[in-house]
C-alpha cells in the first residue's frame, strides 16, 4: 500500500468509503455486515488505514456498521472520518445533538477527519451564519481533542469553494472533492485543485471513478490508452490520473464489492502516476467521452452582451453539459434552483441574439428549452 503524509500521520493512499457498502437487498438501510467485515479485515491486512462514513449515508446505516466493524480493532490502528450534515436544515441547531450521537454510532471518543459535509450553493450561508454556531462548536470539540483534523468536503462551484475558505481558512486543515479525468473540465475540479495548491490545503479526493462510470471505456477509446500503458485497465487509468497530484493525501472509493476493494488494493500497491503523454490521452479520452453530449461552449461570453434578460449562459451551458452526461442527478436542479428565476433557463425569450454571434453556432435557445423540459421532469 502507498502512503501519504499528513501532518506527520501516514494515511493509506487508498481510502475505504462507506456510501456504497453491500445490501442483502435493495433497501440502502439494510447493509449486509458480514460482507463489509470482510472488505474491512482484508482492507487492514492489506494496508487500508482510512475509513469514511457520513451521518447520511445508507439512511444513517453507514456510520453504525462502521462503529460496529471498526470497533474490533485497536481505535489507534485506523483513521475515521465523518460529517456534520448541514444540508438537512432540521439539524443545522442541533451540532451539539448529530455530534454527541455519531461518537456513539462510531463507537468511538473521537473523529480523526471531521468535516462540514457538502459546502455548496445551498448549504453555504447555513455554515457561515453565526447564528447555527456550527463552527464554533466544532472548533470546540478540536480544541478538547474530539476532533483530530477538521475540513470540508464540497461539490460546489470554485466561487463558493473561495467563500468558504475567506471564512474559514483559518481552522479548515483539507478538502474532500469530487475528482477525476472527466470532471477536470466538466465540474472545473481543475481550478479547484489550483486554488488548493495554491493556498496549501491538501486534498481527499472523492469520486476518482465517478461512481462506476468510468469503469468501463469503449474498446476503441481504451485502445488508444493501451498503447501507451497496455497493462491498465480503464479502472486503473482513473486511479493513476488521480496518483497524478502531490497534494492528494487520500483517494475514497465507494467499493460495493469484494471484488473492487481487491482489484482497487493492487492498483494502490504502486505509485505509477501519469506522465504528460499519459495525461493528454486521458483528458483527451474525457473529451470525447462528452463529446456526443455536450454542446462545445468555449466560455468566450460573446452570447452576454445579446441576451436581453442577462441570463449567464455560458454558465447554464457548463451546467447542461453536466446534467446531460450524468443523465441527471441533484446538482444542476440545486444550482439553478439557487438562481433568481429570470436567470434560470426558463426565462429564455428565444430571441436567438445570442446565437448570432455564437463563435460555435449553439442553438441556445433550444438548449435552454430542452433543460427546463429536463429541469421541470426532476421535480415531478
Not at 506527520?8 to 439494510?30: C, D, F, H, I, V
Not at 455486515?33 to 453507514?62: C, L, P, Q
Not at 451540532?95 to 462510531?106: A, I, R, S
Not at 473540465?185 to 485543485?193: G, P, R, T
Amino acid at each position: 500500500m502507498i502512503y501519504r503524509d499528513f501532518q506527520g500521520k501516514k494515511l493509506s493512499a487508498l481510502g475505504m468509503g462507506t456510501m456504497r457498502l453491500p445490501l442483502l437487498n435493495e433497501e440502502q438501510s439494510n447493509i449486509d455486515v458480514e460482507a463489509v467485515r470482510k472488505m474491512v479485515s482484508f482492507a487492514f491486512s492489506k494496508g487500508i488505514n482510512y475509513f469514511d462514513t457520513a451521518w447520511g449515508y445508507h439512511g444513517g446505516a453507514s456510520e453504525t456498521v462502521m462503529g460496529e466493524v471498526l470497533s474490533e480493532y485497536p481505535r489507534n490502528s485506523y483513521f475515521l472520518a465523518t460529517k456534520f450534515p448541514g444540508f438537512e436544515k432540521k439539524l443545522l441547531d442541533k451540532v451539539d445533538e448529530v455530534f454527541e450521537k455519531q461518537l456513539e454510532k462510531c463507537k468511538t471518543d473521537y473523529f480523526d477527519f471531521y468535516l462540514f459535509h457538502n459546502v455548496n450553493e445551498v448549504t453555504i450561508n447555513s455554515y457561515l451564519n453565526p447564528e447555527y454556531k456550527i463552527a464554533e462548536y466544532l472548533k470546540e470539540q478540536k480544541k478538547n481533542g474530539r476532533i483530530r483534523h477538521l475540513g470540508f468536503s464540497t461539490h460546489g462551484t470554485l466561487g463558493t469553494v473561495k467563500r468558504f475558505l475567506d471564512a474559514y481558512g483559518d481552522i479548515v486543515e483539507f478538502c474532500q472533492v469530487q475528482f477525476n479525468y472527466l470532471d477536470y473540465s466538466l465540474q472545473d475540479a481543475k481550478a479547484k485543485m489550483e486554488l488548493f495548491k495554491e493556498r496549501n490545503i491538501p486534498v481527499l479526493v472523492m469520486e476518482p471513478i465517478r461512481g462506476g462510470a468510468l469503469a468501463k471505456l469503449d474498446e476503441s477509446l481504451l485502445s488508444e490508452l493501451k498503447a501507451l500503458r497496455p497493462e491498465a485497465n480503464a479502472v486503473e487509468w482513473a486511479f493513476r490520473f488521480v496518483q497524478s497530484f502531490p497534494q492528494v493525501a487520500v483517494t475514497l472509493s465507494g467499493m460495493s464489492n469484494f471484488e473492487q476493494l481487491e482489484e482497487n488494493i493492487k492498483i494502490f500497491e504502486e505509485d505509477k502516476p501519469l506522465n504528460k503523454e499519459e495525461t493528454d490521452a486521458i483528458l483527451s479520452v474525457a473529451d470525447k467521452l462528452t463529446a456526443k453530449t455536450s454542446l462545445p461552449c468555449t466560455a468566450c461570453r460573446y452570447c452576454l452582451s445579446h441576451c436581453p434578460k442577462g441570463i449567464d449562459i455560458p454558465a447554464i451551458i457548463e451546467l447542461y453539459n453536466d446534467h446531460v452526461f450524468s443523465g441527471g442527478g441533484w446538482l444542476a436542479p440545486m444550482r439553478i434552483k439557487m438562481m433568481d428565476e429570470d436567470k434560470r433557463p426558463a426565462a429564455c425569450i428565444a430571441c436567438r441574439g445570442c446565437e448570432s454571434v455564437c463563435p460555435q453556432n449553439i442553438l441556445i435557445s433550444e438548449m435552454m428549452a430542452d433543460f427546463t423540459e429536463k429541469l421541470s421532469k426532476k421535480q415531478q
